[in-house]
């Protein structure tokens, strides 16, 4: 039987919204400053389902959207002693709409991207919150964001929430009204998709994360009421270091301080990581040329052998990070189905059976969402 996949980790925007973006800019648009939505990304996913050479055919079954860094604060109202300084959560909610027209295929906005057919596609939905806040600030957003879901039926598809703290000063993460908002999450039984950045942000990141992780989970003896933490693109380690062998990468101190976090991070059995976000941090790949894709392996196995031995198959999940992922993977024309191929050759590297291979492409982002297929 063909495999699942269940792409983890998309955003999703029409033109309309780009001034809401929080890394937009209309003097250098970029290549992201046009739509992506559903009609961009079937054109990248077109060629799914299979591949003649894999040992196991597989076929895209959906995706989850993941909120995409919106003009937002932890407060609720732009502030009004100095307008524009703050965004408040009128753009968070409004995507939080756009979502809902899609997943629930009534009534699409003509030029949008998407149509009542795409519903099928929209497997679960991760909005922004304002984690910093607290549970009372998150119970209240959450609760204006399921009226904007317009129905139970979508609102049953927001399954968990993401705030990125990659561009975040120190000590965020470990404010208490952080930690607390976490474990509200967990009681809601909500995930919370963790955002950090090795390469440009600083290990440090990668080291409060742990922190975190260590005073959210110690005293929560129900296993029912943590929050499951997904863990964003393998905490975006620096893949341009240097590569001479597989050894000049493994003895480098930058990866294994990455390493040392990894594995603490995969110490508690509610976390889970994406296997995704890599075509971000190599050098740029070309739209016109395909890559020396055995190369390509070599140069990424030192860093995904690490993230499979910390979690095991059973806690990795494909995501494609569509489309950020076109930016150094050659474009939209090539880019999702190169990534396909490294994951699908990464496994196969890896002697993985069936079952894990399933895991990954699909079932590890089923339970962890606790979404169906």
């Known amino acids: 039987m063909p495999i699942p996949i269940v792409d983890s980790h998309i955003h999703l ?19 992201l400053g046009s739509q992506h939505s559903i009609d961009q990304y079937r054109e990248a996913t077109r060629s ?15 995706f989850i959207f993941v909120e995409t860094d919106r003009l937002s604060s932890v407060e609720e109202d732009e502030s009004e002693s100095e307008p524009g300084t703050t965004h408040g959560w009128r753009h968070a909610l409004d995507e939080v709409s756009f979502l809902a027209r899609i997943a629930s295929g009534v009534s699409p906005i003509p030029g949008e991207g998407h149509s009542a057919e795409d519903r099928g596609l929209c497997l679960a939905i991760v909005p922004w919150a304002p984690v910093p806040g607290g549970p009372g600030t998150l119970a209240k957003y959450m609760a204006l964001a399921r009226e904007r879901t317009g129905s139970d039926e979508v609102w049953q598809k927001v399954r968990g929430v993401r705030y990125l703290v990659q561009d975040k000063p120190s000590g965020v993460m470990l404010r208490s009204e952080f930690v607390e908002g976490l474990k509200w999450l967990g009681r809601q039984g ?52 240097s590569y001479a062998s597989s050894d000049s990468i493994t003895a480098h101190p930058e990866f294994l301080q990455w390493k040392s976090q990894i594995t603490a991070m995969a110490h508690y059995p509610s976390t889970y990581m994406k296997l995704s976000g890599a075509f971000s941090e190599i050098p740029p790949l070309s739209a016109d040329t395909e890559p020396d894709m055995t190369q ?3 140069r990424l196995q030192p860093w995904t052998d690490v993230v499979f031995d910390a979690f ?30 490294v994951v699908e050759s990464t496994l196969e590297r890896g002697r993985f059976d069936t079952k894990q291979r399933a895991d990954v492409w699909g079932q590890v982002a089923v339970r962890a969402y606790g979404v169906r297929i």
């Not at 494609?320 to 474009?331: A, F, H, K, L, Y």
């Open 312 to 341: 095991g198959p059973e806690r990795v999940m494909f995501g494609s990070d569509w489309p950020v992922c076109n930016v150094g993977g050659g474009g939209n024309q090539v880019t999702w189905d190169r990534w396909r191929h």
């Open 190 to 241: 909500l995930t919370f998709d963790l955002g950090v950045d090795a390469r440009q942000g600083g290990i440090w990141q990668l080291e409060e994360a742990v922190q975190m992780l260590r005073m959210v989970y110690e005293g929560v003896d129900d296993d029912g009421d943590k929050v499951k933490v997904v863990i964003n693109h393998m905490c975006k380690p620096n893949l341009r270091l």
């Open 296 to 298: 390509l392996l070599e």
């Open 48 to 62: 799914v389902p299979t591949s003649a050479q894999s040992q196991q055919p597989t076929y895209l079954r959906g």
């Open 13 to 31: 925007f029409p033109e309309s919204h780009l001034p809401t973006l929080a890394w937009y800019s209309p003097e250098n648009p970029g290549p």
